[in-house]
């Protein structure tokens, strides 16, 4: 096989969109109204597309990023660094089009590749995925929802929670740091079977919830699998995390919701779920959600709505395995209306 033809031919064939000037994007609705997810307000908001000519892209964009972005194709591995925050901040990677929220740096990680590689994006709302049979090869092509832009690939080869690896170019992103203060905070909550529980949060998605995941916490085993915990012997419980603002929704709120769709009376059982792992819970992570959360225990105790003993676990949040893929919104991947009504 001569090889050094077959170089020439692959780069060629990369090259070609950019060699003819030509936009390979969709035509687009400058009119057409989507939804967007803003990370800085946890909300969904309403917005219209960005549409722009090649001219007035190529006066926004560097000539390598409307290459990559306008033109789909891809930077040389390992040539590009991907900024990160300072010590002490958090932050959000934004489309270097348009700036719409894409993905969180806690999703980051190290694939080895030579791009920038996430396992979750902000919000499904703000990505969108097309099949890509370009260069005989089979892929599931990342474009940013509002401006079209390419963004780069996703493959199943990622780690845990979602096994996803975002492969991103490094261009298309820009960093907008985030202190600690903007940053959401964390509650977690064990009710029975995660999968009907994190569904119930997943309601507040752009009313103060952020994210969810469901996991494994509260136990004695480090890297607890889906099997292991339901052997009854890890100590954990089905547990979901729930990430918010508390500037938008409290977490007394937080505790309302979860008070509200199980029977704290059950010990070690919910339905037809038995076992220690379907307990219920409160995982406090701070002094002030433990006070809320004895505060809200008494004041249920009070009102006398359960003529049986309340048997709700109140302990400190220890480490938290995510669950396997399958379990993450399974209620949403598999068409499942919600069971726990709010």
């Not at 780069?11 to 989507?34: A, H, R």
């Not at 780690?159 to 959401?184: F, M, S, V, W």
Request: aromatic fraction near 10%; charged fraction near 25%.
């Amino acid at each position: 096989m001569n090889y050094k033809l077959l170089g020439k031919i692959i780069i060629i064939l990369c090259l070609t969109p950019f060699m003819l000037g030509g936009s390979m994007q969709k035509p687009c609705n400058k009119d057409e109204k989507i939804k967007i997810y803003n990370s800085a307000t946890g909300k969904v908001e309403i917005v219209n597309k960005v549409c722009k000519s090649d001219e007035e892209w190529k006066k926004i964009l560097t000539p390598e990023q409307f290459r990559i972005m306008r033109l789909k194709g891809t930077e040389v591995a390992f040539t590009q660094t991907c900024p990160i925050p300072g010590k002490g901040q958090s932050g959000v990677y934004q489309c270097a089009g348009c700036g719409t929220d894409l993905f969180k740096y806690e999703t980051k990680f190290d694939s080895k590749t030579g791009w920038p590689s996430f396992w979750e994006p902000v919000s499904e709302l703000n990505i969108r995925l097309e099949q890509d049979n370009s260069f005989g090869m089979s892929r599931t092509e990342v474009i940013c929802a509002r401006c079209d832009a390419h963004l780069g690939h996703v493959f199943d080869d990622g780690p845990n929670p979602t096994g996803k690896r975002y492969c991103i170019n490094t261009i298309a992103l820009k960093l907008k740091e985030l202190d600690n203060a903007q940053k959401g905070e964390k509650a977690t909550f064990a009710a029975g079977c995660f999968w009907g529980v994190e569904s119930a949060f997943r309601q507040l998605l752009g009313k103060g919830v952020i994210s969810t995941r469901v996991g494994y916490t509260g136990g004695h085993t480090k890297n607890p699998t889906y099997k292991d915990v339901c052997s009854d012997e890890t100590g954990h419980a089905e547990a979901v995390e729930v990430e918010y603002d508390p500037s938008i929704i409290s977490y007394q709120k937080l505790l309302d919701i979860f008070w509200s769709i199980h029977d704290p009376t059950t010990p070690n059982r919910q339905g037809p779920d038995i076992g220690s792992q379907y307990r219920s819970a409160i995982f406090y992570h701070n002094l002030e959600q433990e006070k809320s959360a004895k505060e809200s225990l008494a004041r249920l105790e009070k009102s006398k709505k359960y003529k049986k003993k309340i048997t709700t676990e109140i302990a400190e949040a220890k480490e938290f395995y995510p669950a396997e893929d399958y379990h993450q919104q399974y209620f949403e991947k598999n068409g499942i209306k919600p069971t726990c009504h709010l």
